[in-house]
């Protein structure tokens, strides 16, 4: 398989994975890859300089959206790191 082919197989697995509401070790097992593969071709992939929208399907559950206003901003978990940046990336280019 080229390099290419595997690429878009991973960017496949990788969307498959954010939309699946389980977690990474779940889903590795459950498609027959490891964690650090599927770590291995994120990193790859956003490194390629895909924009890392195209990664994030859905926005995170409303629980966890940031309120921008200067108070502290109480989350249960962190974000994923992908659409954290996005996010940042977001709130500069707002006018």
């Known amino acids: 398989m080229d390099r290419e082919n595997e690429m878009k197989i991973w960017k496949k697995r990788i969307l498959d994975f954010e939309a699946s509401n389980t977690t990474i070790m779940e889903f590795s097992k459950a498609h027959g890859f490891s964690v650090h593969q599927y770590y291995y071709w994120k990193n790859k992939i956003i ?49």
Do not use: C, G, M, Y
């Open 47 to 95: 490194k390629t300089k895909i924009p890392a929208t195209r990664l994030i399907t859905t926005p995170p559950p409303q629980s966890q959206l940031i309120k921008v206003i200067p108070q502290p901003l109480p989350i249960s978990s962190l974000p994923d790191p992908v659409w954290l940046a996005n996010f940042i990336k977001a709130l500069h280019e707002v006018p």
